[in-house]
């Protein structure tokens, strides 16, 4: 099931987020969505509406390890796209992420660019969008 998040998701999200951050902000602010799946928190996304050059911006996507590759992340996408009909959505990954960016591909999306140094010595960062239309039904 998908829901906004709350905080009392946030230790079940910190146990899983690989960005190590608090994510108490994205939650106060209706950022924050939640999978919920056997009574517990295994995905979670975040956008932030209008971030980089007036179009939404999905900032993080994280799945707990024993439910990837489930059909989490692409529900989680399925959702925002759906909440963004009419909008062009904007998410990135590192280059070296195979997983993440098999799913965006599969989900329709296009590569926009890559920055290299970005994310310092590590890979580059490579940026995609979606162009959401209300009439695409992949879920």
Avoid: W
Avoid at 31 to 37: A, D
Avoid at 43 to 54: N, Q
Avoid at 69 to 95: C, F, K, N, P, Y
Wanted: charge should be neutral; hydrophobic fraction near 40%.
């Amino acid at each position: 099931m998908i829901r906004p998040g709350n905080p009392a998701d946030l230790p079940a999200i910190d146990a899983f987020d690989p960005f190590g951050d608090s994510r108490a902000d994205e939650v106060a602010a209706g950022r924050l969505t939640v999978f919920g799946q056997a009574g517990r928190v295994v995905g979670f996304l975040s956008v932030a509406t209008d971030a980089l050059l007036g179009h939404p911006f999905v900032s993080y996507l994280a799945v707990a390890p024993d439910a990837r590759r489930t059909g989490v992340g692409s529900a989680l996408l399925a959702d925002t796209e759906r909440r963004h009909a009419g909008r062009r959505l904007v998410i990135s990954t590192e280059e070296t992420n195979a997983p993440m960016r098999a799913l965006l591909a599969g989900r329709g999306y296009t590569v926009s660019g890559v920055l290299h140094g970005l994310n310092g010595d590590g890979p580059a960062e490579v940026f995609y969008y979606k162009d959401c239309s209300r009439f695409d039904l992949r879920s």
